[in-house]
């Protein structure tokens, strides 16, 4: 069973000092303002969040702040989804699994495995960043003009390099880094991978950090 998330990201007139402390249970994370972004030690970073729909308008202000992009004005579909139901999708043709645990599809938003709780867990947390930053990386048209196959592999080291970037800043010792080979783009109408994850390992998920 999927449950799907659709979130849009408005202004808030909270001060910064909502900011001060995490989320109690049942409460709705602030919307940040310019100078908010700018935090580097934010509590809500490692806080516990009650559900997908604030911490992903969350991540998606932290890619932002991460990254060199702006935060758009609505969330991608963030829809939990059976782990073999995703693998069927992101797995390459014939394989079993591939230990994918999320992906961003254009037309669907990011599918993450249900066994995922990045409300919680701070390394499934930093699955969601990486798929939020392909989303912020295709609503920005990053690499637009360059080959399919180029424009995908780059998109991915960087997705990567911004999900290191927040495992760093909040001082997790857990790394993750692209184990596939830099794909061939011989021609222009060479078949190129898509923005999904596929047949490309991902750290497998603990329960607990």
């Given at each position: 069973?999927?449950?799907?998330?659709?979130?849009?990201?408005?202004?808030?007139?909270?001060?910064?000092?909502?900011?001060?402390?995490?989320?109690?249970?049942g409460?709705?994370?602030?919307?940040?303002?310019?100078?908010?972004?700018?935090?580097?030690?934010?509590?809500?970073?490692?806080a516990?969040?009650p559900?997908?729909?604030?911490?992903?308008r969350?991540?998606?202000?932290?890619?932002?702040?991460?990254?060199?992009?702006?935060?758009?004005?609505?969330?991608?579909?963030?829809?939990?989804?059976?782990?073999?139901?995703?693998?069927?999708?992101?797995?390459?043709?014939?394989?079993?699994?591939?230990?994918?645990?999320?992906i961003?599809?254009?037309?669907r938003?990011?599918?993450?495995?249900?066994?995922?709780?990045?409300?919680?867990?701070?390394?499934?947390?930093?699955?969601?960043?990486?798929?939020?930053?392909?989303?912020?990386q295709?609503?920005?048209?990053?690499?637009?003009?360059?080959?399919?196959?180029?424009?995908?592999?780059?998109?991915?080291?960087?997705a990567?390099?911004?999900?290191?970037?927040?495992?760093?800043?909040?001082y997790?010792p857990?790394?993750?880094s692209?184990s596939?080979?830099?794909?061939?783009?011989?021609?222009?109408?060479?078949?190129?991978p898509?923005?999904?994850?596929?047949?490309?390992?991902?750290?497998?998920?603990?329960?607990?950090?």
């Open positions: 069973m999927a449950v799907a998330i659709a979130v849009t990201i408005g202004v808030g007139s909270g001060s910064a000092s909502a900011w001060d402390s995490p989320p109690r249970k409460e709705t994370a602030p919307v940040a303002h310019d100078h908010e972004a700018d935090l580097h030690d934010n509590p809500w970073d490692t516990e969040f559900d997908l729909d604030s911490l992903s969350h991540l998606i202000r932290t890619a932002s702040r991460l990254s060199k992009y702006r935060v758009p004005a609505a969330l991608p579909m963030v829809t939990r989804i059976e782990r073999t139901a995703l693998e069927r999708l992101a797995c390459a043709e014939g394989a079993v699994r591939c230990n994918v645990s999320a961003y599809v254009p037309e938003g990011v599918l993450i495995a249900a066994d995922l709780q990045p409300e919680s867990n701070l390394f499934h947390r930093s699955i969601l960043l990486h798929e939020l930053v392909h989303y912020l295709e609503d920005a048209h990053e690499l637009a003009t360059a080959a399919d196959c180029e424009r995908w592999y780059q998109r991915e080291l960087e990567y390099a911004l999900q290191n970037r927040f495992l760093t800043n909040i997790s857990d790394r993750v692209y596939g080979a830099r794909p061939q783009c011989a021609s222009p109408n060479a078949t190129a898509t923005l999904t994850h596929r047949a490309k390992e991902i750290k497998a998920p603990n329960l607990v950090d």
